[in-house]
Each structure stands twice: as C-alpha cells, then as structure tokens.
C-alpha cells in the first residue's frame, strides 16, 4: 500500500473523509453518539443511547424550490433530529443557510396521511413536533466581536419581552473551533476531549494519555492511515487535496478583499472580499465538475451567478 505525500499518522478530521467515516458512518455510530451526549450534557434516561442515520438529501416541497444535502442527519430514540454539518470557512449568509436548512426537518416530520389515537378518537395530525437541533462545527469565527467569547454557543427561540422561552423544538449550536485553545493538560470534560480531537488528530504521533476513554481508543483505531487500504486511501488523499486547495484559495481571495480594502474602505474592501472569495471558489468547483447543489452549498450564490461563471 502506498501512502506518498500523507507524512501524519492519523487522518484530518476537517476533511469530508474524515467527517463522514467518523460521524455519517452508521456502522461507525457510536462516534456521533458519544459527541452528541457530550455535546448537549445529557444525563439519566434523556441520553441518547442509540441513533438512526436518515437520508442526507432534502428535496423541496415544489421542484423549482433548492434542495438542502447535509452533512450528517439522524434522529435518536426519541425521534429528535440532528442536523450536524462540518463547516472549513465562513459563508455569506451564513446564518440565514442554517435557518433554510431547519425547516426541512421540521415540514417533514408532517407525514402524509398520519393519524394520531387517543383512545377510541382518531385524528390527523396535530402539529406536535419533535426537537430540532442544528449543529454547526465550524473551523472560522462567526462572530466577529470582541466580547463574543464562547466556543460553543447556543441560539433557541425566545420572547423579546421577557426573560423565557418562546418554543424548545428548535435549537442552533455552534462549535467555533479556533476559539478552542486548550491544551491537553486543560481538559477538564467529554466535550474538551472531543474539540481537542476533532482540532488536533491530524497532528498527533500517538494518542493522548487524558484521551483515556474507549470511545478515543477505537476513534484512534480507525484514524491510523496506514490500515487504509488502497481505495480507502486514494479517497482520503482526494479529500485531504480538496481541503487543502479549498484553502488555498480562501487564502487568494483573502488577500485580494485586504487589497481592495485599502483602495475602497476596509468595510467595502470586507464586503468585497467575501463575495470574491465565494466567486473564486465556485470557479474552482466548477473547472472539477462539481454539482451544481454542492458549489450552492459551499458558496451561498445563487443558480444564476454560479450558471454565469
């Protein structure tokens, strides 16, 4: 088997070979469990013991309407749904997507032709709905603000003139992964652990002493590059090239949106930039034959500017 060009030990969990072996692999689905308790603090009987991987590909009620293709998307044993999408660099209107994104797990828990029993009555359905969670692990900020802080934030619904919920069926979580610092010697609770392997696997020689759990030690297990075979290998290698010229090109149009910011006014030359960073990389994606729908996720621009270019 050979593995010229890859000098890590494990495999880059950024990438889409990675991210999905790990969290959209259904055999491998104690991964996405463990993560998603950490995550969300669940203890007792709310824990999510098991989860069922669902079609990752949302079609739209009328065929002119987008498309949503997720990352990752199961439901537990209470039929909650997760959303759980790995993000490399900021988007326009990137707030906006995950909004577009929550609403196909939400019209689609409205079964054609359900019928509810309550005893000897029978009805159709009646709106009740299971939680939604939408969960980002992004490798940018988000927010730009000093003050903004956390890595993990969470943004439910709630009412503007009082201190309560509004409805608990919805929930968006972030993961800003480059405000996670921490060293191995910090890592105080299963969702350190976690942000600590997702951020530093690629880097690391051999597996941390704090990473003591069994659920790290098979996640190590499976992360070792030399026990690929040479299909397996050639897919992350496809992948781990697509990481890095994904970046590389962020890195262009980031210089050039600095440059323009010093002839036109930062805010402007920002603006700019973004747009040309997007503009850029759905040329990229386009020149390789990337689907439409991918290039759409990736960028945020429209059918008719990626149809331009």
């Not at 050979?2 to 692999?25: H, P």
């Not at 590909?57 to 002119?64: D, F, G, Q, V």
């Not at 921490?182 to 020689?205: F, G, P, S, V």
């Not at 090109?249 to 440059?259: D, F, H, P």
Request: aromatic content about 14%; charged content about 30%.
């Amino acid at each position: 088997m050979c593995s010229e060009g890859i000098i890590e030990r494990y495999i880059n969990f950024y990438t889409d070979f990675a991210f999905k072996k790990f969290f959209g692999t259904p055999a491998n689905k104690e991964f996405l469990i463990s993560f998603l308790n950490a995550l969300l603090n669940l203890d007792g009987e709310n824990i999510i013991t098991d989860i069922q991987h669902l079609n990752s590909e949302k079609l739209p009620n009328i065929e002119s309407d987008r498309k949503a293709i997720y990352d990752v998307y199961c439901e537990n044993q209470k039929h909650e749904r997760f959303v759980v999408e790995m993000q490399k660099a900021s988007q326009i209107n990137f707030k906006d997507r995950t909004l577009f994104y929550s609403t196909f797990p939400i019209q689609e828990q409205a079964e054609k032709g359900y019928i509810y029993e309550i005893g000897d009555k029978k009805g159709s359905w009646d709106y009740q709905l299971k939680k939604v969670y939408i969960i980002g692990v992004l490798n940018f900020t988000l927010d730009k603000e000093p003050e903004h802080t956390n890595v993990i934030t969470h943004a439910r619904l709630k009412y503007d003139e009082y201190d309560c919920e509004y409805s608990n069926k919805l929930e968006f979580i972030n993961i800003e992964m480059p405000k996670f610092k921490k060293k191995e010697e910090e890592l105080t609770n299963m969702i350190d652990k976690w942000l600590y392997a997702i951020k530093n696997l690629y880097h690391l020689m051999d597996r941390p002493k704090i990473l003591r759990e069994a659920i790290f030690k098979k996640l190590f297990n499976l992360a070792e590059i030399s026990k690929y075979n040479s299909s397996e290998l050639l897919a992350y290698r496809d992948s781990l090239k697509d990481y890095r010229d994904y970046y590389n090109t962020i890195y262009s149009a980031k210089q050039e949106g600095e440059e323009i910011g010093i002839e036109k006014g930062r805010r402007q030359g920002l603006e700019e930039g973004k747009y040309n960073q997007a503009i850029q990389m759905a040329k990229m994606m386009k020149s390789e034959g990337e689907p439409l729908e991918k290039i759409f996720k990736y960028t945020g621009l429209s059918k008719d500017e990626i149809e331009k270019l």
